[in-house]
């Protein structure tokens, strides 16, 4: 079950999981794009975005182990799109940070690509100032283990069985969910034009479910919350 703490919940089948807490379920429901549809724009938009040159250097990232560690973020123009940055990082540096927080330095989305599984337990820190700006991309992850501190941002992980012990802050985009732990609502708000501008799969408007914050979770397969 996933508590849905007064959202209005639409299933796309006759049936599948309870959401206590929901203002209301509707099973049946119908969207502007079928699951095949959406999952492919993921998975392409995974890999557009794995596919995008950096705009912070590699070098200005905290150092390994770095407590009260700050991503800090360079913004440009990328795709014609202005005030757009990409940070490429390994998951097993991310993962090494006791603690941490994105600075999003005047970038109004901020995309950081994570290679390898990741499994980390970090202490976040002033994410209500960034998480909605942040898509965590897990481009090649088949384990993704948020832990008991939970994760911050719009995760996209199409290849990842993802578990987590507290909440997610944000969205999730996975292959399955082990949900030990909630997911909150927290709408991606950065440009969904910039979005579509990486992928060349048609069918634009499934794409903007995840710029508008339309969807909290979706996934290739679910995995019942234990």
């Known amino acids: 079950s996933y508590y849905a703490n007064g959202l209005a919940v639409r299933v796309g089948a006759a049936s599948g999981g309870t959401f206590p807490g929901a203002a209301s ?35 200005s990232l905290p150092a390994p182990g770095t407590n009260n560690a700050v991503i800090t973020a360079t913004p440009a123009t ?47 820190l002033s994410a209500d100032a960034w998480r909605n700006r942040v898509i965590w991309n897990f481009e090649n992850a088949t384990s993704v283990s948020v832990g008991a501190t939970g994760f911050q941002g719009t995760v996209l992980a199409p290849a990842a069985a993802v578990s987590n012990a ?14 030990n732990g909630e997911l909150h609502y927290r709408p991606f708000a950065g440009s969904g034009a910039f979005l ?25 397969r679910r995995r019942p919350r234990r």
């Open 166 to 179: 507290n909440p997610i802050e944000g969205g999730l985009f996975a292959l399955s969910f082990n949900g």
């Open 196 to 220: 579509n501008s990486v992928t060349s799969v048609p069918e634009p408007g499934s794409l903007a479910l995840l710029a508008a914050g339309a969807g909290a979770l979706a996934l290739a």
């Open 25 to 59: 379920v509707t099973y049946n429901a119908a969207f502007p794009a079928t699951r095949a549809q959406m999952w492919s724009q993921v998975t392409a938009l995974s890999a557009g975005l794995a596919n995008l040159a950096p705009t912070t250097p590699t070098a």
């Open 78 to 124: 990328v795709n014609g799109f202005a005030n757009i940055a990409v940070i490429d990082i390994a998951a097993s540096l991310l993962g090494s940070y006791p603690s941490l927080s994105v600075n999003p330095n005047g970038a109004g989305t901020v995309v950081i690509n994570v290679t390898g599984n990741y499994n980390a337990q970090p202490t976040w």
